[in-house]
């Protein structure tokens, strides 16, 4: 088993048996990723070598555009998109083996976790994973401290209030409050 197994099957939403060929390619996968973090949180480095890290951390060229403030954490990379104009500040870890998108002209605030996995909740398969992505729409504002799990589509446009846990889908154009977060209102409210 290789990388693109192991992704092909978290893309389709399989579950990652604790144990398996694809966890043990995984758990290889994570090395790389700690290896790079290391190196991306361990000194400084200019805008153009964070976005060289980044590349190679995520497998895919990141847009010169992208702007990320270290330290950063993830423990796999390779299941992150990340679209033009982004905006990651600093103390974020992003646990992306589900998948994490985040679309053109997002910022993500100070110390946001996203988490892509949860385990099987029956005791006999807890190292069971079970993969689900995150998507983050088009000019999404997620404030400072804020979790988003598996599974949940932030849509387009829409703010995210600072400590903030995302448990479901957010429509486009809203503001989204508290934990678990709810919409308060719409952007265009005045």
């Given amino acids: 088993m290789e990388l693109n197994d192991l992704l092909e099957a978290l893309n389709a939403g399989e579950t990652i048996d604790g144990g398996s060929p694809l966890h043990e390619v995984m758990h290889r996968s994570s090395q790389e990723a700690l290896r790079i973090t290391a190196e991306l949180n361990g000194r400084y480095h200019e805008p153009a070598e964070v976005r060289e890290l980044l590349t190679q951390l995520t497998g895919r060229q990141v847009a010169e555009t992208v702007t ?71 000019n999404v504002w997620i404030g400072s401290n804020v979790t988003v799990l598996a599974g949940v589509t932030i849509g387009d446009d829409s703010v995210v209030a600072a400590a903030s846990v995302v448990t479901k889908d957010v429509p486009a154009g809203s503001i989204v409050v508290g934990s678990p977060a709810r919409v308060v209102r719409s952007v265009t409210d005045h």
């Avoid at 990379?77 to 905006?87: A, H, M, P, S, Y």
């Avoid at 679309?103 to 100070?110: A, E, K, P, Q, R």
Wanted: with cysteine; charged share 20%.
């Fill in 68 to 138: 990320m403030f270290p330290p950063f954490h993830t423990d796999f990379g390779k299941n992150t998109r990340l679209g033009e104009r982004v905006f990651i500040n600093s103390g974020c870890s992003f646990q992306d083996q589900g998948g994490i998108t985040i679309g053109d002209d997002s910022l993500i605030g100070h110390n946001t976790v996203m988490a892509t996995l949860n385990h099987d909740i029956a005791p006999d398969r807890r190292a069971d994973m079970h993969p689900a992505p995150i998507t983050i729409g088009r």
